[in-house]
C-alpha cells in the first residue's frame, strides 16, 4: 500500500492511495470462508459449501466491500497519524472510480480531495474586551410586568363588541391575491395608529387593512399570515380582516390565588412579598438575556480576531455532494457566509476545549436536564409534586431521540463551561442600561 498527500493549497489537498492485492486479499479471503459457513444453498450441507461457489456467487461484492474497507482505515489512520484536521469529509474521484474493472484488476488506484485546516492560535486573555450590560427594571416596567402577570392569569371573556385592549380572532384575506389566514390579532401588537380601526367590531365586521402598516414587528406579521421572513418583508397591499371572536382579558386580582397559581402555594403571602418576587424573577430573565447578548459578543470578539483559514471551495462543492438534490449552489452561495462562521467558532471552542481540558460530566447533564424539566412544569411550584420522580423524567427525557436529547444537553453545558473560562481570562467591563437601551444593543 502506498499514500500520498498532494498539497493543492494549505487547506486542499489530494490524498491518493495505491493497493496492492496483499493489501485486501487475506480479508477477502476470510470473508469468503466466513460466508461459506454460513450460507444456506440448496443442495449443500450447512457449512460445507464450496468456497469456490461462494466466490462466484458473491466475490465480487465482497471484494469491493473489502477495498472499500481497507480504503476507509488506511485513510483514517494515515490522517491521524500525519495530525491532519480534516474539515468535511474527503470526497472521492468519481471518474476514477468509475474505471475500475472489478473482475480482472489487482491493483487499484483512488484519489480524494480534503479540505483541512492549520493550526492556529487564539488570544482569551485580558487584552481582549468585551461589554456586558446589566438591565435595570424601572418603576414603570415593574408595573408593566405586574400588569402582563394579571392579564396572564385573568378571566378570558368573548364580548360582543371590542374595546380597547381587546384581541381579536379572525381571517385575513389578501384583497387582490389568494392569500388567507386565520389567526389572533393581539391589541399590544397592532400599530398603534392602527389600533383605533379594530374598536368597535363584532363577530363578522370586516375593516380593510395596508398590511405593512398592521404591526411593528416582522415576527408578528409573519405569524399573522403564517408566512416566511422574505415574504414577510416584501409584502404590501390591501388586506380585509374579518373578525370571529372578541377577546377581552378580565385581569386576575392581586390575592392569595394568584401568588399561589404564579409562584406554588405559600411561597409568597403578601402583594408586597408577590411583588418582591416578581421583581426578582425579572431580572433573572434580564440576567439571562443579558448572558445571551454577552456570549454572542464574545463568539463575534473571538472569530474576528482569530485567523483561521478554511477550504471555501471545497466545503462548497462537498455541501452540495453531501446534500445532492436538497440544496442548490445558489442556496450554499446565499448561506455560505454564516457556515463558515459557524465553522469557525466549532473549530474555536474545540480547541480552547482541548487545551483547557474542559469536561462535562453525566451528573452535569442529568441535572441541567432535571432543571428543564422543572421549569418547563411549573418552576418551583412543580418541584414538590415531582419530587420522588423527577430522576426518572430526567433519564426518559436524557434516553429520547436515540440519545440526541443527551447530546444536546451536553453541547449545552459545554459550551457553558467554555464561555465561563473565557469570560474569567478576558476583560469584560459591565454598563447599566434600561430595556429599551439594551434592545438597542443587541440589534446592533
Keep these: 500500500m502506498d499514500i500520498s498527500l498532494d498539497k ?66 488506511s485513510i483514517n489512520n494515515y490522517v491521524k497519524e500525519n495530525n491532519i484536521q480534516l474539515i468535511g469529509e474527503p470526497l472521492p474521484d468519481q471518474e476514477k472510480s468509475k474505471n475500475i474493472d472489478w473482475d480482472t484488476q489487482k491493483e487499484f488506484e483512488f484519489e480524494y480531495e480534503i479540505g483541512m485546516v492549520d493550526d492556529f492560535k487564539y488570544d482569551i ?59 389572533l390579532l393581539k391589541w399590544d401588537n397592532i400599530n398603534k395608529k392602527e389600533q383605533k380601526k379594530f374598536k368597535g367590531l363584532k363577530s363578522g365586521d370586516s375593516v380593510e387593512i395596508e398590511i405593512h ?27 380585509t380582516f374579518t373578525v370571529k371572536n372578541v377577546n377581552r382579558t378580565v385581569p386576575a386580582t ?18 408586597s412579598e408577590f411583588t418582591e418576587k416578581v421583581k426578582q424573577t425579572v431580572e433573572e430573565n434580564y440576567k439571562r438575556e443579558s448572558n445571551l447578548l454577552l456570549n454572542r459578543d464574545i463568539r463575534d470578539t473571538l472569530i474576528k480576531s482569530t485567523k483561521i483559514e478554511v477550504p471555501e471551495k471545497f466545503l462548497k462543492k462537498w455541501l452540495l455532494v453531501t446534500n445532492e438534490g436538497k440544496v442548490t449552489e445558489e442556496d450554499i452561495e446565499k448561506e455560505f457566509d454564516e457556515y463558515v462562521r459557524s465553522l469557525k467558532w466549532d473549530l474555536l471552542r474545540n480547541k480552547i476545549s482541548e487545551d483547557n481540558e474542559i469536561k462535562v460530566e453525566h451528573a452535569d447533564v442529568k441535572d441541567r436536564a432535571k432543571g428543564m424539566i422543572l421549569s418547563q412544569l411549573g418552576g418551583p411550584a412543580a418541584a414538590e409534586q415531582l419530587k420522588d420522580h423527577l430522576d426518572s423524567f430526567a433519564d426518559n427525557y436524557l434516553q429520547a431521540e436515540n440519545g440526541q436529547n443527551y447530546m444536546k444537553v451536553y453541547n449545552e453545558l459545554r459550551e457553558d463551561k467554555i464561555m465561563d473560562l473565557v469570560k474569567e481570562k478576558i476583560s469584560v467591563s459591565d454598563k447599566k442600561v434600561n430595556l429599551e437601551e439594551f434592545k438597542k444593543a443587541a440589534e446592533n
Design 8 to 73: 493543492k493549497s494549505s487547506t486542499e489537498a489530494i490524498i491518493k492511495v495505491k493497493l496492492n492485492e496483499t493489501d485486501y486479499q487475506p480479508k477477502v479471503e476470510e470473508k469468503v470462508k466466513d460466508y461459506a459457513k454460513k450460507a444456506n444453498i440448496k443442495g449443500f450441507r450447512p457449512g460445507k459449501v464450496p468456497t469456490g461457489l461462494i466466490k462466484k456467487m458473491y466475490g465480487k461484492s465482497i471484494l469491493v466491500e473489502e477495498v472499500n474497507n481497507t480504503l476507509s482505515q
Design 125 to 183: 486573555s485580558s487584552k481582549v474586551k468585551v461589554k456586558s450590560y446589566t438591565i435595570e427594571l424601572d418603576k414603570k416596567g415593574l408595573n408593566e410586568t405586574l400588569d402582563n402577570v394579571k392579564k396572564q392569569f385573568g378571566e378570558v371573556t368573548n364580548p360582543e363588541v371590542s374595546e380597547e385592549g381587546d384581541d381579536l380572532f379572525g381571517t385575513f384575506q389578501e384583497v387582490d391575491g389568494d392569500l388567507s389566514n386565520e389567526s
Design 213 to 239: 402598516k398592521l404591526v411593528n414587528d416582522i415576527h408578528d406579521l409573519m405569524s399573522l399570515l403564517d408566512i416566511g421572513h422574505d415574504k414577510a418583508h416584501d409584502i404590501k397591499g390591501k388586506f
Design 254 to 271: 392581586l390575592n392569595q390565588d394568584l401568588f399561589d397559581k404564579v409562584f406554588g402555594k405559600d411561597v409568597v403571602k403578601s402583594e
